[in-house]
């Protein structure tokens, strides 16, 4: 067995490496219960959304070689804003699918029919902004900008997000969404983007986690009467 003093001192590792990682590993347990009893469709906001949409149907659409653009076609997409077909091509150029006039991003009212068709029609809309910018926290990072910024009256503060130059629906947040992405980052510790996995940080606790159980299977070993008496007996 091991000497008193190097049992001590493992007894002192294993306590002080508790203490330095105690509060990240009651939150990787907070955010992974919270994870695990959460349904991941009403994260999303299923719930708010109008599921039973269903895409339109258009005919007397212009042939793509009456369009008049400074580029050959690479992709093409159609969409429906506001009732209106729209073609969105090489995503760059939104072009009326009836007329072939091109269309320099979409209003407001337009930004509102999208939303209204998108989402349940018991949500009363309470203001709409413009977002030209976000930050690496932003609820919306990482997707199409400038985008409309439509808020609902709800006590869930629910916003729901829509592309300026194409008008396609984006996604919807609101209050649970946004524990789940405060508790996400908490549990991949990335406090700059929130959503690397790959961390310096992380992989250093995960490594002093193991270290910490690692110890304290170690300081069993060597306090055990039973571990004693079996050694002894080997003797």
Do not use: C
């Not at 330095?20 to 009651?26: A, D, E, K």
């Not at 050959?72 to 997409?77: A, E, G, H, R």
């Not at 984006?170 to 209050?175: E, G, I, L, Y």
């Not at 549990?187 to 002093?208: G, P």
């Amino acid at each position: 067995m091991v000497k008193r003093t190097t049992a001590v001192k493992i007894r002192k590792a294993h306590r002080y490496l508790g203490i330095f990682l105690g509060i990240q590993f009651i939150m990787w347990t907070a955010s992974g219960l919270y994870f695990s009893w959460t349904d991941i469709d009403e994260i999303h906001g299923d719930h708010f959304r109008n599921m039973d949409y269903e895409p339109a149907a258009f005919d007397d659409l212009i042939g793509f070689s009456e369009l008049e653009l400074p580029a050959k076609i690479s992709s093409l997409s159609l969409k429906e804003i506001a009732g209106k077909p729209y073609y969105w091509i090489n995503n760059e150029f939104l072009v009326d699918a009836r007329t072939g006039d091109h269309k320099e991003g979409i209003s407001e009212e337009e930004a509102l029919a999208v939303a209204n068709r998108e989402m349940s029609s018991e949500l009363n809309v309470k203001g709409v902004e413009v977002i030209d910018e976000t930050d690496k926290h932003h609820e919306y990072r990482e997707r199409k900008l400038p985008a409309y910024v439509i808020s609902y009256d709800s006590p869930e503060n629910i916003k729901a997000y829509v592309s300026v130059a194409d008008g396609s629906f984006q996604t919807v947040r609101h209050r649970d969404w946004r524990w789940f992405d405060f508790l996400w980052m908490t549990h991949t510790m990335d406090y700059e983007s929130r959503d690397d996995f790959n961390t310096t940080v992380l992989r250093a606790f995960s490594l002093l986690g193991l270290i910490t159980v690692m110890s304290g299977f170690l300081l069993w070993f060597t306090s055990s009467p039973t571990m004693r008496n079996l050694v002894k007996r080997k003797k």
